[in-house]
């Protein structure tokens, strides 16, 4: 499901040199959560994903929008969405 976005979520971990327990501690969000994100079994909500961004935005002294533009760049179905609405723009 998710596998495009877990990558980009393992990579910002590394970077932000975070282990799994480290983003349960400072977002509280349950193991279970964080597990199916890493793994690809599920998507954070909207809400989650710009909690996880701000996280990472602050350890790596980065732009929160930035990384919430960037990981929503690896959300499959947003990725669609976006070229549906370019497509639709175009056609008038």
Same mark, same amino acid.
């Given at each position: 499901? /998710?596998t495009e976005f877990?990558? @980009?979520?393992c990579m910002q971990?590394?970077?932000?040199?975070?282990?799994? *327990?480290?983003?349960?501690?400072?977002? /509280?969000?349950?193991?279970?959560? &964080?597990?199916? @994100?890493?793994? /690809?079994?599920?998507? !954070?909500?909207? !809400?989650h994903l710009i909690?996880?961004? *701000?996280?990472?935005?602050?350890?790596?002294?980065?732009? !929160?929008?930035?990384?919430?533009? *960037?990981?929503?760049?690896?959300? !499959? *179905?947003? &990725?669609?969405?976006?070229?549906?609405?370019?497509?639709?723009?175009?056609? /008038?």
């Amino acid at each position: 499901m /998710g596998t495009e976005f877990s990558t @980009w979520l393992c990579m910002q971990m590394d970077k932000s040199k975070m282990t799994q *327990e480290d983003l349960m501690d400072k977002t /509280g969000y349950s193991h279970t959560s &964080v597990f199916r @994100w890493v793994t /690809g079994k599920h998507l !954070p909500k909207l !809400p989650h994903l710009i909690a996880l961004c *701000e996280v990472f935005a602050k350890a790596q002294q980065r732009s !929160p929008r930035q990384l919430v533009f *960037e990981a929503l760049m690896h959300v !499959p *179905e947003m &990725v669609h969405a976006e070229y549906r609405w370019k497509r639709s723009m175009a056609n /008038g």
